[in-house]
C-alpha cells in the first residue's frame, strides 16, 4: 500500500470508529424512560447517571436538568447539585422555582454567604413577593431572626394580605421560634384567606385552636 492510499484511508477509518461509537449509544427516549424508572424504585444513584447522561447529550432539556439536580439532592451531593440549579437558573433568570432550587442547593452546600447574597440580590432586582419569603425562610434557617422577620413581614406587606404564602412563612418562623400565639395568628390570617385549606385548618387544630370560620382574622395587611 503506497503512503498516499495509506494515508487517505485514514479519515475513513476515524469515521468508522465514530460511528461505532455512535452506534453504541441509547436513544435519548431510553435513557430519559430509564432515568424516570430509577426515580420511581428510588435507585436516585442510577437515575442521576441516566440524567447525567441526558444533559450532557442534550444541554438544553430543562425537565432532565432538574431531575438530575433532585437525584443529586437524594444523594446528598449538593455541591455537584448547585453547579446544575445554576445553569437552570441563568436558562430562566425569571423562573421562582429554578431560583428556589439554587439557593436550596447553596443552603445544603453549606455556601451560607453565597445563599444569603443570592436571595438578597433577587430582592433588590425584582422585590417581589416570592424573593422576600425566599429571603426570609433562608434568613431563619441560618439564624438570622431579625432579618427574616423583616422579610417576611416585607413579604406580607407587598402582598396585600391577597395569598397565604407570606402568611404561612410568618406561622413557620414563630413556630421556630417557639411562639404559638403570634403563630396562630398569623395561621388565622391565612384561614381567612383560603377558608377551606385543610393544612391550615389542621395546625389551627394541632396548636389548641378552635378552627373553622369564626376562627379567621383580618390580615393585618389587606387594604
Same mark, same amino acid.
Given at each position: ?12 477509518? @476515524?469515521?468508522?470508529?465514530? @460511528? ?12 430519559? /424512560? /430509564? %432515568? ?8 436516585? /444513584?442510577? %437515575? =442521576? ?20 439536580? #433532585? ?13 446544575? =440549579? ?16 439554587? =439557593? ?9 454567604? %453565597?445563599?444569603? @447574597? ?15 419569603? !425566599? ?13 427574616? !422577620?423583616?422579610?417576611? /413581614?416585607? =413579604?406580607?406587606?407587598?402582598? #396585600? ?16 421560634? #417557639?411562639?404559638?400565639? #403570634? ?6 390570617? %391565612? ?33
Amino acid at each position: 500500500m503506497t503512503t498516499f492510499r495509506f494515508l487517505a484511508l485514514i479519515p475513513i477509518a @476515524s469515521l468508522a470508529i465514530l @460511528s461505532g461509537c455512535n452506534a453504541t449509544q441509547r436513544p435519548l427516549p431510553v435513557v430519559k /424512560s /430509564s %432515568a424516570e424508572y430509577y426515580v420511581g424504585t428510588e435507585n436516585y /444513584s442510577a %437515575a =442521576a447517571v441516566d440524567f447525567r447522561e441526558y444533559v450532557e447529550r442534550r444541554p438544553d432539556d430543562v425537565p432532565m436538568r432538574v431531575g438530575l439536580v #433532585n437525584a443529586l439532592l437524594q444523594l446528598d451531593q449538593p455541591k455537584d447539585a448547585r453547579i446544575h =440549579a445554576q445553569v437552570l437558573n441563568d436558562l430562566r433568570p425569571s423562573s421562582d422555582e429554578f431560583a428556589d432550587l439554587l =439557593a436550596r442547593t447553596l443552603y445544603e452546600a453549606g455556601e451560607r454567604d %453565597a445563599v444569603v @447574597s443570592f436571595c438578597q440580590k433577587r430582592v433588590a432586582e425584582r422585590g417581589r413577593v416570592a424573593d422576600y419569603i !425566599r429571603l426570609g425562610t433562608y434568613s431563619a434557617k441560618l439564624g438570622n431572626i431579625d432579618e427574616a !422577620r423583616i422579610a417576611l /413581614s416585607t =413579604a406580607a406587606r407587598v402582598d #396585600n394580605g391577597r395569598t397565604i404564602a407570606p402568611q404561612i412563612a410568618l406561622a413557620d418562623l414563630y413556630k421556630q421560634l #417557639n411562639d404559638p400565639t #403570634n403563630e396562630a395568628k398569623r395561621l388565622k390570617m %391565612a384561614l381567612y384567606i383560603d377558608p377551606e385549606n385543610k393544612i391550615v385548618l389542621k395546625r389551627i387544630e394541632d396548636l389548641g385552636e378552635v378552627a373553622g370560620p369564626t376562627a379567621a382574622i383580618r390580615p393585618d395587611e389587606l387594604p
